[in-house]
């Protein structure tokens, strides 16, 4: 069982920051942990995941460099740290969980929980 809830979305101008947080709690002793985003109009697309426990992330190109993914498992919680934003950034952001070893990378279908979304709007 897995329950998801996003906070940390609102409104700032480009090039600045934002952190996400994701209240992740699962009874799995690991899961693949990312975040995905959908603009009005187009797909849902990755930004980044990470597997439980582990370090090592995964970030989808258009967030490299700019977004930070990690996970504080004592507290049950998965951040996505955004810097540098940019209009196109703008989006409703979930956090996901899917099975362990995240061999599905940023598909979707991977993915088995999702939040409900947290939006971010980015102004020029």
């Known amino acids: 069982q897995v329950q998801l809830m996003e906070s940390g979305g609102g409104s700032v101008q480009a090039g600045g920051s934002l952190r996400l947080s994701c209240s992740a709690s699962?009874?799995?002793?690991?899961?693949?942990l990312a975040w995905f985003r959908q603009a009005p109009g187009k797909e849902r697309e990755g930004v980044a995941y990470?597997?439980?426990?582990?370090?090592?992330?995964s970030y989808a190109d258009s967030g490299k460099g700019r977004f930070t993914i990690s996970e504080d498992k004592g507290k049950h919680l998965l951040y996505l740290q955004m810097d540098s934003l940019k209009p196109e950034d703008t989006a409703l952001y979930s956090c996901?969980?899917?099975?362990?070893?995240?061999?599905?990378?940023?598909?979707?279908?991977?993915?088995?929980?999702w939040g409900q979304g947290t939006q971010v709007t980015v102004s020029s």
């Open positions: 699962y009874t799995y002793s690991r899961v693949c």
């Open positions: 990470i597997e439980s426990g582990g370090d090592t992330p």
């Open positions: 996901a969980a899917g099975r362990p070893h995240c061999a599905h990378g940023l598909r979707p279908y991977g993915y088995d929980y």
